[in-house]
Structures are given as C-alpha cells and as structure tokens.
C-alpha cells in the first residue's frame, strides 16, 4: 500500500537556521503531497500543497517540490524562526476519485527553534 | 473560532469500560474522518463518513464504531478500550472528499485507559 517516510527527529536549529524536512514515499499512480503542520495543544493544519510532479508548494516561507523522479516532497525554509517549532507531518493523498481524500501520514518530525 | 471541535480534550477511561469521543463542526462538510495517532507515529485513519455512507479501514478493529446523527456530529464509539488503544484520536473533515482538498482537523482528543 502507499507510504510515506519523513526524516527522524527531532530537529533543532537556531533562530536564522536553514531547515530541511526529508519526505519520500511510494504510492501506486501520482498521489497529491501535503505537508501538514501541528503547533502545540493545536490540531493538524495545512502548510502546503502539490498536486502534479514538478509543482512547488509554498507558504510561509516553507517550500516542497514534488519529484516524481525521487519519489520526493522535501520542506524547505530559508531562515526559521522561534515560531516555527512545531510537528510536522507529510501526507499523501491516493489518486483516484474514490479516496475521499484520505490521507497517509509521515510519523511526523518534531523541530524546535531556539533563540 | 475553532471549526472542528473535539470534547473532551482528555479523556480517562477504565480497560473494558465504554467510551464516546466526539467531533463537531461549523463548515458543513460532507466528509468526515476519524484517526488514531500513537505515541511518536504516524495518524492512521480509523474510518470515514461521506454524508450519512460509513466507510471502515479494512484494519480498522471492530472494537472501534462510529456514528453520525447530523451533518454536524460525529462519535467515535470504543466499545472495550485495551491498553493499546490509549492514543491521540484526531477528527477531521474535508468538503467534498476531492483528494486535492485540504483537511480541516480539531485539537484531538488524548485518551488514557487504565
């Protein structure tokens, strides 16, 4: 079945850091890639989309590219900052008009930004 | 003002004892879901409901159920908690279910069987 495996954490970086969040995974057709972000005592918000290989989403200065070649969709931000310590999970969604968008999830990646 | 709301945010129950998680929410999406987070690993969906049509992950155990009276609520039924279902349990909805839709989640519900 379709599976998604994100880097180990946790992260930790200083304010001004460069992050990268490691996502592969293997599905069956061109899934849609999401990275989801959950701040604490918070629930599971979208950070980011891509729907078609070669797309990149972004947001909040966050970026992922969707690599069909590599199977890929890594997180990427330039300068992180104290806000940005969260977990973050990357998740796919099966192809085809039946999944009702269900989405398999990463075991997530803990960063934590100090100061 | 929260979307998807989940009571209670803890919830201590006994092994063998009945238990209801629930999920509300104010978007009026057709698709609800239902997923079980443990310690460290990925959520793992439980089921989903499109509209009133109930649709159960093929591991999902059938000690788990779950209804849905209305567009706006859902339960999660434990009929016999083990200490291995002690996890996150997060609901979520999307509005029509398209695979490139984003999910709306709640704060989840932290369940402690003892």
């Known amino acids: 079945g379709d599976s998604v495996t994100q880097m180990e954490g946790p992260v930790t970086l200083s304010e001004e850091a460069f992050l990268t969040i490691n996502c592969t995974y293997t599905a069956t057709g061109y899934p849609s890639l999401f990275w989801y972000v959950q701040y604490p005592g918070e629930g599971l918000q979208l950070l980011l989309k891509a729907t078609k290989a070669d797309d990149k989403g972004s947001n909040k200065g966050f970026e992922a590219t969707y690599r069909k070649e590599t199977t890929s969709f890594h997180l990427e931000k330039g300068s992180v900052q104290v806000s940005d310590s969260a977990v973050y999970f990357c998740?796919?969604?099966?192809?085809?008009?039946?999944?009702?968008?269900?989405?398999?999830f990463g075991q997530g990646t803990i960063l934590t930004v100090h100061p | 003002d929260a979307m998807v709301i989940q009571n209670p945010r803890y919830q201590v129950t006994q092994f063998g004892k009945p238990v209801t998680l629930s999920c509300s929410q104010t978007?009026?999406?057709?698709?609800m879901y239902w997923y079980q987070q443990k310690s460290s690993q990925a959520p793992k969906l439980l089921f989903h409901?499109?509209?009133?049509?109930?649709?159960n992950e093929a591991d999902t155990p059938d000690n788990f159920q779950s209804r849905r009276p209305n567009t706006s609520f859902c339960f999660l039924d434990i009929r016999s908690p083990g200490l291995g279902d002690a996890a996150m349990y997060l609901c979520?909805?999307?509005?029509?279910?398209?695979?490139?839709?984003?999910?709306?989640f709640g704060s989840g519900t932290q369940l402690s069987v003892l």
């Open positions: 998740a796919l969604s099966e192809p085809g008009g039946t999944s009702y968008g269900k989405l398999t």
């Open positions: 979520a909805t999307s509005r029509d279910g398209q695979r490139n839709e984003k999910l709306f």
């Open positions: 978007l009026n999406h057709n698709v």
């Open positions: 409901y499109y509209d009133k049509d109930f649709n």
